[in-house]
């Protein structure tokens, strides 16, 4: 069955930094581009980023470009987001998902984690 | 970028079709195929109903069909059923950066 299971979602200030993780199993990780996309309670879903299965392709959405980062270990089937810089906008549930092939679709998503930027 | 452009809101009765659209530009939705389409309950995670325009992952009716025309992609749903009730939403690729971005998102309801 395949499972991916986020973590690390939190209360931070403005300006702060966190780590979310994905931990997947079920499947060949490695074999698979991965994405992260966030959605405010509510409202609608955003892309945040996704990267290539060796790492070596990485691409971010306006929003969080130079502030956000996507990075993975394929030994530890895991998927990060560093989040720095942040900001109150956000403040949202993120979801780990994984591509279908190299179409930039979504075939599973994890249930997500939530992040709350505020002092 | 901007999101896609999606109505808010969609409704018919059940038995009937309803199509959604999703509105780019050339440098998404008009310049290639990758585009994909997600419905999601509240409190439900997305699911993918439609990839690379028109293709069905397994386990997915085929009351639900993908098309496109120029910069516009749409989501047509034939015999309508109670829980077809649910947000939609499309998503695609685009060019500049290279990134995807998802459409506004459409409530449907069934009447």
């Known amino acids: 069955e395949v499972q991916l299971v986020e973590s690390g979602g939190d209360l931070v200030q403005p300006g702060g930094s966190l780590r979310l993780s994905c931990v997947v199993s079920g499947f060949t990780f490695s074999n698979y581009w991965m994405t992260w996309v966030r959605q405010v309670p509510g409202k609608g879903l955003e892309w945040v980023g996704n990267?290539?299965?060796?790492?070596?392709?990485?691409n971010y959405g306006g929003s969080v470009r130079g502030r956000f980062t996507i990075s993975r270990d394929n030994s530890k089937n895991s998927l990060y987001l560093q989040m720095n810089s942040l900001r109150a906008d956000d403040s949202a549930v993120y979801f780990c998902?994984?591509?279908?092939?190299?179409?930039?679709?979504?075939?599973?998503w994890g249930q997500g984690t939530l992040v709350t930027v505020s002092s | 970028q901007s999101a896609l452009t999606q109505p808010a809101s969609v409704s018919g009765s059940p038995g009937q079709s309803i199509t959604i659209s999703c509105t780019g530009t050339s440098t998404d939705v008009g310049g290639y195929n990758s585009v994909s389409w997600y419905q999601q309950h509240p409190g439900k995670v997305p699911k993918l109903l439609i990839y690379e325009v028109t293709d069905r992952p397994s386990g997915i009716s085929s009351r639900f069909s993908g098309s496109k025309s120029g910069s516009t992609v749409s989501l047509t749903i034939s015999g309508l059923q109670a829980e077809d009730e649910a947000d939609y939403y499309c998503?695609?690729?685009?060019?500049?950066?290279?990134?995807?971005?998802f459409g506004s998102g459409t409530k449907v309801t069934v009447l």
């Open positions: 990267i290539r299965q060796d790492g070596g392709d990485k």
């Open positions: 998503s695609s690729y685009s060019s500049t950066p290279p990134s995807y971005v």
């Open positions: 998902a994984r591509d279908v092939r190299a179409t930039g679709a979504h075939d599973y």
